[in-house]
């Protein structure tokens, strides 16, 4: 090799470093933050809230307040993350939530629990839209379905591990309110992770606003709107399979103890395995939409979630629960890179209201669902003729019907080589 060729290659090899750090910085960041959210979300709030503060008809709303204010400001957050970067607006979520989450134990009136929550959905609604929009930032556009899939791996890890971290403290310390501590303390993590790790600036991010002139209006209602209309087509998908998702995120817990009989701890390590497997495996499942085709993965991965969710309402085994989980899971790791990755790939300087304006729409699904579904499982069960089937199945039927409509229009929308990627905003 020449002196030439080598210094060449030199300098690519400094400009990608500073790349592959902050996209590590970042990754993490999304980690340990996804796992606070999942102790809170997935495992504390719904027996906290059912159990031991006898408030078990409030658990779809008070879920939907977090959902409802995480929706309501995702796409103005976007946008902010646009204009003033995005490393602010990602010290925004971790730094509520770490507040909110011990506050939860103290606060017991369900309007008081209603406002931490939509406090802690507005620090959400600052994280999520913006961490995606980084990955974007940093990676080119051949690998960002790949990348995606690292943030695919910190959701995952957080699925295995938050329920079973927050049933173990619990059951260590003997009471339900423990893991709302360890939250707190997994969010000052992220905070740190952010203040030492993530750069100011990051690269695509910087090349798109060097002129000062063509920065998006702060928090114009025009150009949120002008995001949303890039991506019809994906933002209807985003509805209708959130809302699916919703009727039965805050649930599935509860499922599991009431009607599968099993115990905090339990429900964690049946989560553990299929979890941590599928996380390994998603960052080669994410490489699969940028070799295959992200229409394809993503057609693919919505089927192979609907035909998962058909048999959970069934039949009433914690092992079909697992196989069924399993099949899911690999949808799951298959469809949201490509989906995400064909996002990050619309709006240019948009880039960030484009992905909130995503994110709102299954963020809206997802807050409509929550509440029906609560609802259902305690009120309304199936009949058929002379079959009756229990109330508590009821939103997981509805979450298949979901999942079977977004299929069909991943058949219609996502045709091979049909989206138009527009890359200036």
Not at 214 to 226: A, G, Q, T, Y
Not at 278 to 295: H, M, Q, T, Y
Not at 359 to 384: E, N
Request: hydrophobic letters at 55%; proline letters at 6%.
């Amino acid at each position: 090799m020449m002196p030439a060729d080598r210094q060449r290659l030199g300098m690519e090899l400094l400009r990608r470093s500073p790349r592959r750090k902050a996209l590590l910085a970042l990754v993490v960041l999304a980690g340990v933050a996804e796992l606070a959210y999942a102790v809170v979300n997935f495992s504390a709030m719904p027996p906290y809230l059912r159990f031991d503060l006898g408030l078990g008809a409030w658990v779809g709303a008070i879920g939907a307040a977090f959902l409802l204010a995480e929706t309501v400001f995702k796409s103005p957050l976007g946008l902010l993350s646009d204009r003033f970067g995005r490393k602010r607006l990602l010290l925004v979520g971790p730094v509520i939530s770490a507040i909110t989450a011990p506050l939860t134990v103290v606060v017991h009136h369900p309007l008081g629990l209603l406002l931490l929550r939509a406090l802690d959905g507005l620090g959400a609604a600052a994280l999520w839209p913006t961490i995606f929009a980084a990955v974007a930032d940093v990676v080119e556009e051949k690998d960002r379905s790949t990348a995606m899939s690292l943030l695919n791996v910190t959701y995952l890890m957080a699925v295995a591990l938050g329920p079973l971290l927050g049933g173990v403290v619990n059951d260590l310390f003997g009471a339900r309110t423990a893991s709302f501590y360890m939250a707190s303390l997994l969010f000052l993590i992220a905070v740190m992770v952010c203040v030492l790790r993530v750069p100011p600036q990051l690269p695509h991010h910087a090349e798109e606003h060097t002129n000062p002139d063509s920065h998006p209006p702060l928090l114009s209602w025009r150009e949120i709107w002008k995001s949303a209309r890039m991506v019809p087509d994906t933002l209807l998908l985003g509805f209708i399979s959130f809302f699916g998702i919703g009727m039965v995120m805050l649930l599935v817990k509860l499922y599991a103890m009431e009607v599968l009989g099993l115990s905090e701890s339990g429900y964690g390590l049946l989560l553990l395995p299929p979890a941590l497997v599928f996380a390994l495996a998603s960052v080669p499942a994410g490489r699969v939409g940028d070799l295959w085709g992200r229409e394809r993965a993503m057609r693919l991965g919505v089927g192979l979630s609907m035909v998962g969710m058909w048999f959970i309402p069934f039949v009433h085994s914690h092992w079909v629960l697992l196989v069924c989980g399993c099949v899911i899971g690999l949808g799951y790791i298959l469809a949201i890179p490509a989906w995400m990755a064909l996002v990050s790939e619309i709006g240019g300087k948009r880039r960030g209201a484009v992905m909130g304006a995503v994110f709102t729409a299954q963020g809206v699904g997802a807050m409509l669902g929550a509440p029906l579904g609560a609802y259902l499982y305690d009120k309304v069960p199936i009949r058929i003729g002379s079959l009756e089937l229990t109330s508590h199945i009821t939103p997981f039927v509805g979450t298949a019907v979901a999942l079977t409509i977004s299929f069909m229009l991943t058949l219609i929308f996502f045709r091979d080589g049909k989206r138009r990627r527009t890359t200036r905003g």
